[in-house]
């Protein structure tokens, strides 16, 4: 099991339109069978702010979602294009954990 942490921060007049792709993305996402947990989440006090919490089973699910149509439409094609600062970072469960 691997997790990916992102914080995404977008310019303030785009966090709208952030949040209707990330809604997509958490949707389309779900379905996919490699993934165990895909969580976004957006700041009250600064609404330009978004963290996602992905949990994938192996690296080969990360694989597939990084390759698949609606990551590269909603997060290349999208989010990417709006992110002022992009924070991220793949981590592991600790031993003795899963």
């Known amino acids: 099991m691997l997790i990916q942490s992102i914080h995404y921060t977008v310019a303030d007049e785009d966090g709208d339109r952030a ?22 989440g957006r700041s009250k006090e600064r609404p330009a702010v978004f963290a ?15 390759a698949s149509e609606h990551f590269a439409r909603l997060v290349i094609g999208g989010v990417r294009r709006l992110v002022v600062e992009r924070n991220a970072e793949t981590v592991f469960p600790l031993e003795g954990r899963s």
């Open 19 to 40: 949040a209707e792709l990330f809604t997509e993305l958490q949707e389309l996402s779900r379905r996919e069978p490699g993934i165990i947990a895909f969580d976004i």
């Open 52 to 66: 996602l919490w992905e949990v994938y089973r192996d690296e080969a699910a990360l694989a597939a979602h990084v």
